[in-house]
């Protein structure tokens, strides 16, 4: 579940990152739901390329957009947390 700061970033996102985001982000959560114990470069290689699949991407392409993303959310929270 994402958190307004979140929601707020990705609402200014282009169409394709913010569905590829979302997507994403839903895969690492059924991932969790789902006990797997958590190994970030299997869980990363499986979700980049099921978003690659899906918006066919490259699984690099989904990797960079999810990344970004995340930066992004970051950087919020941290410019909200030093105020």
């Known amino acids: 579940m994402m958190d307004k700061d979140a929601e707020q970033i990705i609402g200014t996102l282009p169409e394709l990152d913010r569905d590829v985001y979302t997507f994403m982000q839903e895969k690492y959560d059924e991932l969790e739901r789902a006990g797997e114990k958590y190994d970030v470069a299997a869980n990363d290689t499986y979700v980049e390329n099921q978003a690659a699949e899906k918006f066919n991407i490259s699984d690099e ?7 970004r993303t995340e ?12 105020r």
């Not at 392409?61 to 990344?67: N, Y």
């Open 61 to 67: 392409e989904a990797g960079t957009i999810f990344a």
């Open 71 to 82: 930066s992004q959310i970051r950087r919020m929270k941290q410019e909200k947390a030093s």
